[in-house]
């Protein structure tokens, strides 16, 4: 790979910029007004397009296998959940703080619409964390290579990801073994049996899969899987226990898109109510 400058590198300002392109794409159902939410414009829009052009071109089968073998040994820090929040926290983009939420608000935002609508502890506890995956940025990853939505690798690209343009860079589309709808996989083989572009949703499924409930470490590992849980354009990788459990990424959607307020949460009154949360389903620390 060439060496890039940064701004080559990490198009976007803010790591949450992508998501302006993913509340575009998919608008809340009924919402009065969009004001509520950052102005779509067309400087913004270029930016995201620049992400997306180095995510495509780079996110290949190898990639991903690379990345794997470097991430999952989780050999980098070990703390508590909690702590690891604050970790992530650190990260600072170069975007408007008035209206930035950082990503402690998010995660206590989805957290908190989850724990109104009376949902199951677990589900409350899989929003405030769903995002921790992010930490990569900290580790030196480049923006393409943690956020944006993601897709199989290893078969054909479908023309329901965003940006399916940008694919045509990409090593593994001009391979005639990836190149069919089934590629390397076979029919109804499964989604534990295919790999993933790479970013924060796989490797916070890999740091919390013996911990929680199924349905949990499915939105987890696949909330950012758009061309699936939105489009359905990976219908054929399925198998009938991943139908089931996409009912669960499906309702979870709503909450990582929808439920950003500018009024920023308590962190200090929220806090012990999700430290006890932590204690019962997770770990007493994490390996990152
Ligand atoms: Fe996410
Ligand atoms: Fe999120």
Redo the contacts with the bound molecule.
């Keep these: 790979m060439k060496a890039f400058s940064e701004k080559e590198t990490n198009p976007l300002h803010s790591i949450e910029q992508w ?1 302006d392109e993913v509340l575009n794409r998919y608008p809340e159902p009924n919402a009065k007004a969009k004001e509520e939410y950052r102005n779509y414009a067309a400087p913004a829009r270029d930016t995201v397009k620049e992400f997306y052009k180095l995510n495509h071109t780079y996110q290949s089968l190898d990639f991903v296998k690379e990345k794997r073998k470097e991430f999952l040994q989780f050999n980098r820090k070990e703390m508590p959940v909690w702590k690891a929040m604050e970790f992530l926290n650190t990260l600072v983009d170069d975007s408007d703080p008035d209206i930035e939420l950082d990503q402690l608000q ?2 206590l935002q ?1 957290g908190e619409a989850i724990r109104r609508d009376g949902h199951p502890d677990w589900f409350v506890l899989t929003g405030f964390i ?2 921790m995956g992010k930490v990569l940025c900290l580790f030196g990853e480049p923006q393409w290579a943690v956020v944006g939505d993601t897709f199989p690798v290893g078969c054909k690209f479908s023309d329901k990801i965003v940006y399916p343009e940008f694919f045509i860079s990409n090593p593994d589309s001009t391979n005639p073994e990836y190149n069919s709808p089934l590629g390397i996989y076979a029919k109804g083989c499964g989604m534990r049996n295919v790999t993933m572009s790479w970013g924060h949703d796989e490797y916070l499924y890999q740091i919390t899969k013996d911990y929680l409930p199924e349905p949990a470490l499915y939105m987890i590992r696949y ?1 950012s899987f758009y061309a699936q849980h939105r489009e359905n354009a990976y219908d054929h990788l399925l198998d009938d226990h991943d139908r089931k459990m996409f009912d669960w990424v499906k309702k979870f959607n709503p909450y ?1 898109l929808y439920s950003k307020n500018p009024v920023a949460p308590n962190v200090k009154e929220l806090r012990p109510y999700y430290e006890d949360l932590i204690a019962k389903y997770l770990p007493k620390t994490v390996k990152l």
Aim: glycine share 0%; proline share 0%; net charge negative.
């Design positions: 998501e998010h995660l989805t769903h995002d909330h990582d």
